[in-house]
């Protein structure tokens, strides 16, 4: 028995490690251990061992039973290894180049326009949007721009035909013209005539100038306004917003100086400028970066506000400004001609 | 405005450093767009020397060795010079070792291929006095021998070029800005005095043969007119320093009665003009509108023709003047005048601007009289002229002098407390300060009394002159305090900032979303013009709708008609970057469209994005090409993000020949009457290849009108899944290839709901193979679902799966054309 069961350790030693599939693994495993396999076999010689040999046969054949399932276990271990292994293919070479396009990239302007909203919010601004095609009212009569003003004229300012309909885009006052809204601040009227004050917006958006497009000058451009009302509203208010603004955006130290400008919707009124030294390619101590003023009574009368009782603020700047200021960039046609070697750089 | 630092002296005390005015200029509200140094600046080590002799340089064929004699300054000096006019002779600035010259350029002893050198004789430019560098500045006269150079030239002037807001025509003049300056640096002010005021001199004698009648005929137009007779003057050249004023500010000297004028309104703000006695037909002046179609030749010597709406000054038979703008050629004065007729005039802003305007013709009087002249000191303008023209040209004033309107008194008071501006600052300002300002400003405080809780300060009426028509309310009150106390000094803060008080707009939000999602698909975001060619639009909109779209005053043709579509935008960003040999696939935009809906115009908030081909790229590794499906997935995310369930909207077939979608590779969803649309496909191969783009370009656009986005978003609400295993079957249909698969599967599902019954559920019934070819009939495919079957609360067994799964068989046999492939 003992010479038989080492025979066959032997044999699966030597049979085993040759198999490599799962198939002829089951076929292994049930020649050895399966019902009719070898060691089944001899296992089934034990009743014809005599009785007082059966201890001494068992522990041999227990014995050759743990080193057999061992040597399976192996192989089998082994087979799911190499299965595993034949998977994988060649290691990767981590220096080639991703074949897939990417990653995609958000336009310098958005980015900019994303990072004034955020800093604002922080401060209870939310974001505030209105049409693009405007009429005469939004856009000057309600902004104290009187009929005669030179930013009016069809000179500056987009119009379109009389015979044009805008179905979303409400008139104020009948047959009024429609045109390309030329500021942000036509949206600051829909939003005062839409409810009562606290007013805190933001509003970014398109504007359009009939102007020459060369490295400053653009078709349409974008601004972004901010409008505060609210009782008790101050100048000291107002250069509060801009210090911290300025200096979230472009770290604490960024100062900002008021000059005395006019506009006629706001009054007092102020060009704001920016401490410049530290931005790329600014060669002077302060540059102008947009203008503000205290909301003109006027403007506050036209929406049906008491000037008495109400106070504001507005803000307006030109993004593709900023974003210039910030990133370096030094012509603003860069950014609607969309070269990817230009998109790439900011995201 | 260019304005003259000498000139301003003349009125008020200035010291102050060119820095410290400019600053002021600045926080006075005008913006110094530059600040010009005429003259020489102040130099050391330069002197008078006159050239000895003049000898080639031994080593340099294009140099001279010279000698000159600097006098006192250190007798004959050896200079090499290599300019050509450097003769013995001449006198000249020689900048001696140890000074400075412009550009911090440090003159020393030197050796010059070889020769010594003992200083530099200067040409202009390397003064600082401008001029093309040609040659040295010979100097004119015989000034002595070492006189420093700032000696020997006439002292230079400051000009500052200044912004004035259009708020503030009182400061187009160097009066205006000198009032404002004396009340920064709290200096006196000294008006000019006119020694004519008005009244003829006794003996004067009574012209009317030279001026018979002033009659306005429009004072609605013209609310004052005044003339005034000066004879027997001499036309010639103004005095020097006349001309040196004009000069500084960039004006031509011409005559001594034009440069009047001009000096005149430059220092007071208020247009003259002088016409020649003897060439106003009849000696009458008409103030009137021209008649239709009448004619003048201005002093540019144009022909300018006329409309009733515009104002002209006329003699008895045509127009001599567009009023407020250009005098006629034929009336002005010529060098033999010898009688003139002096005009100073207030017209309404609004007649020369629209006047102006339209005939596009504009002057320093036009552009003053737009942004408003006072008429309460034109008068003193005029004599202040009468003067001038005396002093310069000679003659003596004559009668009768005509001042014809102007009789409207001007009184203008405003009431402010200090408590009112300390509400509107946000910061204390002593009553003092703010007194000192007004009188600062000439704004007269006529009565100063205490509130009635005296803590709360003075209440201050505040007379405003006549020239600043600007304030007329307690806020613009506020804005002059602050000036002249400085917006500098506005003390720092921090935010209030109470909560948020309402969301951001759903058009924001959806743009953020959709450009989140596009983004973070390896989409590069674009941002490209609203405004679009006719040509460009063409395919991608109905031409009645385009016309719709154009602008009634487009700038340039590029640029004339709303957009209806981001893609034809993305088009041309693809066509520029493969253009620039930069490999680029996807492209995307969010922004307004202009759709029309119910033959009106709407507009409307999109998104767009396309997926190109890669062409000419090469790749160690090639991926699959984008095709019409992988536009739809991405326009599925876009439309979810306006609340659009897409898999459930019905799908319509688009594009047709020349058209921006490819037929039968297109297809579009929604309508924009109900709030939205999508169209997602191919876009037209000839299309593309016409602009020069090289691949298929794929493409999806979204658009939804800005109320739609608005409406309230019903919540979701949770839909209870079983838990139980499912029973799947599959099932392949063999059906005519033009079937769409979406109908095959609807009614697949109607059969299979209607066999299950209410025993179960079907979960889904999805395609997943499609297949055309070998083994089957021409025009045939075969569609392959899956079934999948579930209950809510057991386990199916095969049985009842089975017979549900045989009666949906039998079914599509009998009641559709659609053979179960076996």
């Known amino acids: 028995m003992q010479d038989q069961l080492s025979a066959l350790l032997a044999k699966a030693a030597a049979e085993l490690p040759a198999i490599a599939s799962r198939p002829e693994f089951e076929a292994a495993k049930a020649r050895y251990v399966g019902p009719h396999g070898e060691l089944t076999g001899l296992m089934k010689q034990m009743g014809a061992v005599p009785k007082e040999q059966r201890p001494a046969v068992g522990k041999l054949i227990n014995e050759a039973k743990t080193q057999l399932t061992a040597q399976l276990d192996a192989t089998l271990a082994r087979i799911a290894h190499a299965e595993l292994a034949a998977q994988l293919g060649p290691p990767v070479d981590a220096t080639l180049p991703s074949p897939d396009p990417g990653p995609g990239t958000c336009h310098p302007l958005t980015l900019v326009r994303e990072e004034m909203c955020r800093i604002l919010r922080k401060v209870g601004f939310v974001v505030a949007d209105g049409p693009e095609v405007e009429t005469e009212y939004y856009c000057f009569d309600a902004l104290n721009t009187p009929s005669d003003h030179p930013a009016r004229d069809e000179k500056d300012t987009f119009y379109f035909p009389a015979s044009a309909r805008f179905g979303n885009v409400s008139r104020k006052v009948p047959d009024e013209k429609y045109l390309l809204r030329t500021h942000t601040s036509s949206v600051q009227i829909r939003t005062m005539l839409k409810g009562p004050p606290p007013i805190r917006i933001v509003s970014p958006g398109r504007v359009y100038r009939r102007d020459t497009t060369d490295a400053t000058h653009s078709a349409n451009f974008h601004q972004l306004e901010c409008l505060y009302v609210d009782r008790n509203v101050t100048v000291r208010d107002l250069k509060a917003l801009l210090d911290y603004i300025f200096a979230s955006l472009l770290g604490k130290d960024t100062k900002t100086r008021f000059r005395p400008h006019y506009f006629g919707y706001t009054e007092p009124s102020f060009e704001v400028d920016l401490s410049a030294t530290h931005l790329p390619k600014v060669k002077k101590p302060w540059i102008e970066i947009g203008g503000c003023g205290m909301v003109d009574p006027t403007v506050f009368e036209a929406v049906g506000y008491d000037p008495a009782v109400w106070s504001g603020y507005a803000f307006g700047m030109g993004l593709e400004r900023l974003a210039m200021l910030l990133y370096g960039i030094d012509d603003i046609r860069y950014f609607y001609q969309n070269d990817l070697r230009f998109l790439k750089q900011f995201a | 405005m260019k304005i003259s630092l000498n000139w301003l002296r003349d009125y008020v005390p200035l010291d102050a450093s060119v820095e410290e005015i400019s600053r002021a200029i600045t926080f006075l509200g005008f913006e110094v767009?530059?600040?010009?140094?005429?003259?020489?600046?102040?130099?050391?080590?330069?002197?008078?020397?006159?050239?000895?002799?003049?000898?080639?340089?031994?080593n340099a064929d294009k140099l001279s060795v010279c000698t000159v004699d600097v006098g006192p300054a250190g007798g004959v000096k050896t200079i090499v010079c290599g300019a050509h006019n450097c003769d013995p002779g001449h006198r000249v600035f020689v900048a001696l070792p140890g000074g400075v010259l412009p550009g911090n350029f440090q003159i020393k002893q030197s050796k010059i291929r070889g020769q010594a050198s003992d200083g530099m004789m200067c040409a202009p430019d390397e003064l600082g006095l401008g001029g093309e560098h040609d040659g040295l500045l010979l100097i004119e006269g015989k000034p002595a021998l070492g006189t420093p150079i700032n000696d020997a030239l006439p002292p230079g002037d400051t000009v500052f070029d200044i912004e004035i807001t259009p708020n503030r025509p009182d400061c187009l003049s160097h009066l205006g800005i000198a009032r404002e300056l004396a009340a920064w640096f709290k200096l006196p002010l000294a008006y000019p005095q006119e020694k004519f005021r008005g009244a003829l001199p006794d003996g004067a004698a009574e012209r009317r043969d030279l001026l018979a009648s002033v009659r306005v005929e429009a004072p609605e137009d013209c609310p004052l007119y005044s003339a005034f007779v000066v004879t027997g003057i001499k036309v010639g050249p103004s005095p020097a320093w006349l001309q040196e004023r004009l000069k500084a500010v960039g004006l031509r000297p011409i005559n001594n009665v034009v440069d009047v004028g001009n000096y005149v309104m430059l220092e007071t703000g208020q247009p003259l003009h002088a016409f020649d006695a003897r060439k106003l037909a009849g000696h009458e002046i008409v103030v009137r509108r021209a008649a239709d179609g009448e004619k003048i030749v201005t002093l540019d010597g144009r022909e300018r023709t006329l409309t009733s709406r515009m104002l002209v000054i006329a003699d008895a038979q045509r127009p001599v003047v567009v009023a407020g703008i250009m005098g006629g050629e034929d009336s002005?004065?010529?060098?033999?005048?010898?009688?003139?007729?002096?005009?100073?005039?207030?017209?309404?802003?609004?007649?020369?601007?629209?006047?102006?305007?339209?005939?596009?013709?504009?002057?320093?009087?036009?552009?003053?009289?737009?942004?408003?002249?006072?008429?309460?000191?034109?008068?003193?303008?005029?004599?202040?002229?009468?003067?001038?023209?005396?002093?310069?040209?000679?003659?003596?004033?004559?009668?009768?002098?005509?001042?014809?309107?102007?009789?409207?008194?001007?009184?203008?008071?405003?009431?402010?407390?200090?408590?009112?501006?300390?509400?509107?600052?946000?910061?204390?300002?002593?009553?003092?300060?703010?007194?000192?300002?007004f009188d600062a400003l000439e704004l007269t405080v006529t009565r100063e009394e205490e509130t009635k809780e005296p803590a709360r300060g003075p209440a201050w009426t505040v007379s405003i002159p006549s020239w600043r028509d600007d304030l007329d309310r307690p806020i613009d009150l506020v804005e002059e305090v602050l000036r002249l106390y400085g917006t500098e000094k506005i003390p720092a803060d921090v935010v209030r900032a109470p909560g948020?008080?309402?969301?951001?707009?759903?058009?924001?939000?959806?743009?953020?979303?959709?450009?989140?999602?596009?983004?973070?698909?390896?989409?590069?975001?674009?941002?490209?013009?609203?405004?679009?060619?006719?040509?460009?639009?063409?395919?991608?909109?109905?031409?009645?709708?385009?016309?719709?779209?154009?602008?009634?005053?487009?700038?340039?043709?590029?640029?004339?008609?709303?957009?209806?579509?981001?893609?034809?935008?993305?088009?041309?960003?693809?066509?520029?970057?493969?253009?620039?040999?930069?490999?680029?696939?996807?492209?995307?935009?969010?922004?307004?469209?202009?759709?029309?809906?119910?033959?009106?115009?709407?507009?409307?908030?999109?998104?767009?994005?396309?997926?190109?081909?890669?062409?000419?790229?090469?790749?160690?590794?090639?991926?699959?090409?984008?095709?019409?499906?992988?536009?739809?997935?991405?326009?599925?995310?876009?439309?979810?993000?306006?609340?659009?369930?897409?898999?459930?909207?019905?799908?319509?077939?688009?594009?047709?020949?020349?058209?921006?979608?490819?037929?039968?590779?297109?297809?579009?969803?929604?309508?924009?009457?109900?709030?939205?649309?999508a169209r997602l496909g191919l876009v037209d191969l000839a299309l593309v290849r016409a602009l020069g783009i090289e691949g298929r370009v794929y493409a999806g656009t979204f658009a939804i009108l800005p109320e739609r986005l608005a409406a309230d978003v019903t919540r979701r609400r949770f839909t209870e899944f079983s838990q139980m295993p499912a029973a799947l079957r599959d099932l392949a249909l063999v059906v005519d290839t033009a079937t769409p698969a979406g109908d095959v599967q609807k009614t697949l599902v109607k059969l299979a709901r209607a066999a299950v019954g209410t025993a179960f559920a079907v979960e889904s019934v999805a395609v997943f193979d499609l297949y055309a070819g070998k083994g089957l009939p021409e025009g045939k495919k075969s569609l392959a679902f899956n079934l999948v079957f579930r209950s809510p609360e057991r386990t199916l067994t095969d049985e009842e799966v089975n017979l549900v799964f045989q009666r949906i068989q039998a079914s599509l046999e009998q009641s559709t054309p659609y053979l179960i492939r076996k």
């Open chain 2, 500 to 677: 948020l008080l309402a969301e951001d707009d759903p058009i924001v939000a959806f743009n953020r979303r959709v450009t989140d999602y596009l983004v973070g698909h390896d989409f590069h975001e674009c941002v490209n013009y609203t405004l679009r060619p006719a040509r460009e639009i063409a395919p991608w909109v109905e031409a009645a709708a385009a016309r719709e779209l154009a602008l009634a005053n487009p700038f340039v043709e590029d640029q004339s008609h709303l957009r209806p579509t981001l893609v034809s935008g993305l088009l041309e960003t693809l066509k520029l970057n493969q253009s620039r040999g930069v490999s680029v696939s996807r492209l995307c935009e969010t922004g307004r469209v202009f759709l029309e809906r119910k033959g009106q115009t709407v507009e409307c908030a999109a998104v767009a994005f396309l997926v190109a081909e890669p062409t000419g790229e090469r790749s160690w590794l090639k991926r699959e090409s984008p095709d019409f499906h992988t536009v739809k997935h991405h326009l599925h995310a876009l439309a979810a993000a306006a609340g659009v369930d897409f898999a459930r909207q019905p799908l319509v077939a688009t594009g047709s020949p020349g058209h921006g979608w490819q037929e039968g590779h297109s297809v579009g969803a929604g309508d924009i009457a109900y709030g939205w649309c």
């Open chain 2, 332 to 437: 002005g004065v010529s060098a033999d005048t010898t009688d003139l007729v002096l005009e100073c005039a207030c017209f309404k802003r609004q007649s020369i601007r629209a006047t102006s305007r339209q005939l596009g013709l504009a002057s320093d009087s036009s552009y003053r009289y737009e942004r408003g002249v006072d008429p309460h000191t034109s008068l003193e303008a005029a004599y202040r002229a009468v003067d001038l023209i005396l002093e310069t040209a000679g003659g003596q004033v004559a009668g009768p002098a005509f001042v014809v309107g102007g009789d409207v008194p001007w009184l203008r008071e405003i009431v402010v407390t200090h408590d009112f501006i300390t509400d509107r600052l946000g910061f204390d300002v002593p009553a003092a300060d703010m007194r000192a300002a």
């Open chain 2, 33 to 58: 767009e530059s600040v010009h140094q005429t003259g020489a600046p102040r130099l050391e080590q330069v002197v008078v020397g006159e050239i000895l002799t003049r000898a080639r340089h031994p």
